[in-house]
């Protein structure tokens, strides 16, 4: 265990349903971030929000809409997704976003399927 | 660009023997590389650092790390290796130029490590 949970740990969805990813940090950490791993592709940053503030937002399309309500919990909200958005969707958190100890620890992953 | 190369797709080592997994890196000024162990079916796992200092790094599971500067490299290494070891290697590197508060860190596209009893 890493200290960062992941919830659910697969989901499958139609390209028209809603449904969201939740990310749990127990390590009291200052930055989160989401990342989709695909087959063969390098990891892809996707959001990173530090001290609850979006920082990053790696030209993600608008069907992935991040929240971050404080900063032990992040989610990921999904719509309209298509079929190449099946991926693993990994969250990650560090203490010190900027500093040079900022090894980042990562949950277990969310497996999406989108139908 | 900063940039993080991991030059084999897949490393197959027999049990008992040593291992290495490949990772060179471009980066401005100073690096801080990282390596990083996914087993199937969970998020990545944090093996080591290099920041400064002794250009050997040690970390989990009997782990190790070479720094080489002259060879932008950083090779992961491990005298005898185990079955348990297969698993998704990644490394990675501090992008220096920060943006809103950040330095992102940049991964390479893996290695698939394969052990054979």
């Known amino acids: 265990e890493t200290g960062v949970t992941q919830t659910p740990r697969h989901l499958v969805m139609g390209m028209t349903n809603k449904k969201s990813l939740k990310c749990e940090q127990h390590?009291?950490?200052?930055?989160m971030y989401w990342y989709k791993q695909s087959a063969k592709k390098p990891l892809e940053l996707m959001f990173v929000y530090n001290f609850k503030e979006q920082t990053e937002n790696n030209s993600v399309p608008s069907r992935f809409s991040p929240e971050c309500p404080n900063s032990s919990h992040l989610f990921l909200h999904l719509h309209t997704l298509q079929p190449e958005d099946s991926a693993l969707y990994l969250c990650?958190?560090?203490?010190?976003?900027?500093?040079?100890?900022?090894?980042?620890?990562f949950g277990p992953g969310t497996r999406l399927t989108v139908l | 660009a900063q940039s993080v190369a991991q030059p084999e797709d897949q490393v197959n080592v027999a049990e008992g023997n040593p291992l290495t997994v490949k990772c060179t890196y471009s980066v401005s000024g100073n690096p801080y590389l990282f390596w990083y162990v996914q087993y199937p079916n969970r998020g990545l796992q944090f093996l080591l650092k290099y920041i400064t200092g002794d250009n050997l790094v040690k970390g989990s599971y009997g782990f190790e790390a070479e720094f080489n500067k002259s060879q932008t490299s950083f090779h992961l290494k491990k005298p005898s290796a185990l079955v348990s070891d297969s698993a998704l290697y990644f490394c990675?590197?501090?992008?220096?130029?920060?943006?809103?508060?950040?330095?992102?860190?940049?991964f390479g596209a893996g290695t698939r490590l394969a052990v054979h009893p």
């Open positions: 990650a958190s560090s203490q010190d976003p900027a500093g040079v100890y900022n090894e980042q620890f």
């Open positions: 990675a590197v501090r992008d220096p130029f920060p943006r809103g508060g950040y330095n992102k860190l940049i």
């Open positions: 390590l009291g950490h200052n930055a």
